[in-house]
């Protein structure tokens, strides 16, 4: 299994752009969630989906991010209008929820750099 | 908000030395689990602890929990320079939302 694709990998924008951010969870897998790693914040959940749904999107910051999951194999996450405090790096991780259970262990991506000069 | 808090922050030995890194947290949990993250990686789940749980193992890893502290330890036995990385607790509540604390950075010298 390839694991959680993300892309790109680094992506440097000046401030006002869209940035677009692209997952591919592991198959088989039907929650996927959105973080964000800074140096003064940490790891922090942005929002998750579970069988394309999205759950809980109380850790994103502001309107100008959203996400989307149009199918169980892609999703995406986009900033617009980009501004430098959003320079971070962004993961994603899946991971299979079973039915009524509390999910375990989720298998992250290899996240995506973002500068936004 | 982080619901866990690391303690050390950073933590130096050297090869074939124990390192210990604890994890506290706030509220009621379901389980917790231990990952690691390598410079310019993504995460990587070590361990499962659940609530009724009070140690495990996986190899050199060693994990406890005190629910009563509301605390977790994980010890690496035998540490070796490949063990160099950042090492994060992580708890789930209710949902399979994880809440990751704030880290352990772990230098091993050879």
């Known amino acids: 299994d390839a694991g959680v694709i993300q892309s790109p990998r680094h992506e440097v924008t000046e401030m006002g752009q869209e940035v677009t951010l692209r997952c591919k969870p592991i198959?088989?897998?039907?929650?996927l969630f959105w973080y964000r790693q800074t140096m003064m914040r940490g790891l922090e959940l942005l929002i998750y989906?579970?069988?394309?749904?999205?759950?809980?999107d109380s850790g994103m910051p502001e309107d100008r991010f959203s996400a989307k999951m149009p199918n169980a194999s892609f999703s995406t996450l986009k900033i617009q209008p980009s501004e430098p405090r959003d320079s971070a790096v962004y993961f994603c991780?899946?991971?299979?929820?079973?039915?009524?259970?509390?999910?375990?262990?989720?298998?992250f991506g290899p996240g995506t750099r973002l500068l936004v000069l | 908000s982080q619901q866990g808090e690391e303690d050390p922050q950073a933590l130096s030995i050297q090869e074939g030395e124990n390192a210990t890194m604890n994890c506290s947290y706030k509220?009621?949990?379901?389980?917790l689990q231990w990952y690691r993250q390598n410079s310019g990686r993504g995460l990587v789940h070590l361990i499962l602890?659940?609530?009724?749980?009070r140690e495990k193992h996986s190899g050199r890893l060693r994990v406890t929990l005190d629910t009563s502290k509301k605390s977790s330890s994980l010890l690496i036995t035998a540490s070796r320079a490949a063990d160099t990385a950042s090492y994060f607790c992580?708890?789930?509540?209710?949902?399979?939302?994880?809440?990751f604390g704030t880290g352990t950075r772990l230098q091993v010298f050879p």
């Open positions: 991780a899946s991971s299979s929820l079973l039915q009524g259970k509390v999910k375990e262990t989720q298998y």
């Open positions: 198959s088989g897998h039907n929650s």
């Open positions: 989906f579970n069988n394309n749904v999205p759950i809980d």
């Open positions: 509220t009621s949990i379901n389980n």
């Open positions: 602890i659940r609530s009724n749980e």
């Open positions: 992580a708890t789930v509540f209710i949902t399979d939302k994880l809440i």
